[in-house]
């Protein structure tokens, strides 16, 4: 893919906003004229009657009024909007709490671009709730970092995530009514998964979510599919399964690593879920090499 980055003229100390000038127009699958990041902004609004004459991708942080047809309408945060080449873009909030609200940007235009918007037919100029708006953020920061901080920036990259973001806006307004985990539930299970060798107790798990223990179980369930306690005996046996290839270990020490003081248990609850003893598994591993 042809990617022409316009010239650099604005790079803000925090590295949050760029703009690229618009200099002469070239041929090519995809331009990136602009990409901004959690950038702070006043109380007021913003009414370009013919757009900026490119594409423009926002994400609202902060509950925001965005023009829709001859008038106005409130959208809630997490709001995102794609507007083409030449539609009105009209956005902003009089009214935020604080000293300002928060939006994050992309301008872009290019054949590839067209190609591909229409490829996966994403909705134009038509605001939408969007969960996994730290997802297109996160991609926003990556592109910045790509084409600033490199004096070659490797384009492949670029475009790859310009894909990836291109996807990640169709799923939103394909899956508009999807659920996400909530973070505090999400943050028990990544507290498993970070910490597989310990014995985690439901009171502890709840009380790190902030809900009572049957909520919680309840909660963890529906978006896991599986008790956080049997998730979290699992997550502890893969791990033992884990450190069985590394000979340095005798299974005597991952069992005491694990916190089981008899090498019986482990090796009885290590086969109920493999079907295989420790020693069957560190034997099935070295017949592998």
Known sequence: ??????????????????FFSPSVIVKSDLIISGIGVHEPMDKFMVDRPVGTGDYLLMCFHNSSIIGIDDGEQVFEPTTIILWPPGSRQHYGNRKIEGS???HSWLHFEGTVAERFINKLGIPLARPTNFG?????????GEMLHELTVFREPIMSIVE???????LKVKRGFSNRDQEFVPHTILEAKIY?????ELSHSLENLAELSGYSVPHFCVLFKKYFGEPPVKYANQARMDHAAYLLRDLNLTISQISDRLGFGDLFHFSKRFKKRFGLSP???RRMFLKSC
């Open 1 to 18: 893919m042809d990617i022409v980055i316009k010239n650099l003229y604005i790079i803000m100390k925090t590295v949050s906003k760029i």
């Open 100 to 102: 300002n609200w928060k």
């Open 132 to 140: 996994g708006r730290t997802e297109i953020e996160n991609i926003f």
């Open 160 to 166: 790859n995530l310009f894909e990836n973001l291109l």
């Open 192 to 196: 498993i998964d970070n910490n597989p």
């Open 279 to 281: 020693r069957q598994m």
